[in-house]
């Protein structure tokens, strides 16, 4: 199948970017974040060591609480560990 522009939609669906997912679903960043929490980091020191926003901190805590079925972030963290996703 071709697009308007003359572009296989494969191709386009390649060029494209998509979060990967990882282990349980996680993405690299949900797993990132979960191992600063593990680490005894707060938000604003985790926003601050990965360049990124405190909100977008807690947006990828809360996706990888409801991914891991967790109760609470502190839950997640223990699951992950439990798990392997972090160490």
Same mark, same amino acid.
């Given at each position: @199948?071709?697009?308007?522009? =003359? @572009?296989? %939609?494969?191709?386009?669906? $390649? #060029? /494209? ?6 282990? $349980?679903?996680? &993405?690299?960043?949900? #797993? !990132?974040? @979960?191992?600063?929490?593990?680490? =005894?980091? +707060?938000? &604003?020191? #985790? !926003? ?8 977008? /901190?807690? +947006?990828? %805590?809360? $996706?990888? /609480? ?7 972030? %502190?839950? !997640?963290?223990? #699951? !992950?560990?439990?798990? =392997?996703?972090?160490?």
């Amino acid at each position: @199948m071709w697009n308007d522009k =003359g @572009m296989p %939609s494969e191709q386009i669906a $390649r #060029i /494209v970017k998509k979060p990967r997912e990882t282990k $349980r679903g996680l &993405t690299p960043r949900e #797993i !990132a974040v @979960m191992q600063q929490f593990s680490h =005894g980091k +707060t938000v &604003t020191e #985790i !926003a601050e060591f990965l360049k990124i926003h405190e909100h977008t /901190v807690r +947006t990828f %805590s809360d $996706r990888a /609480v409801k991914k891991l079925k967790a109760a609470n972030r %502190s839950h !997640a963290v223990c #699951i !992950a560990l439990r798990l =392997g996703i972090i160490e």
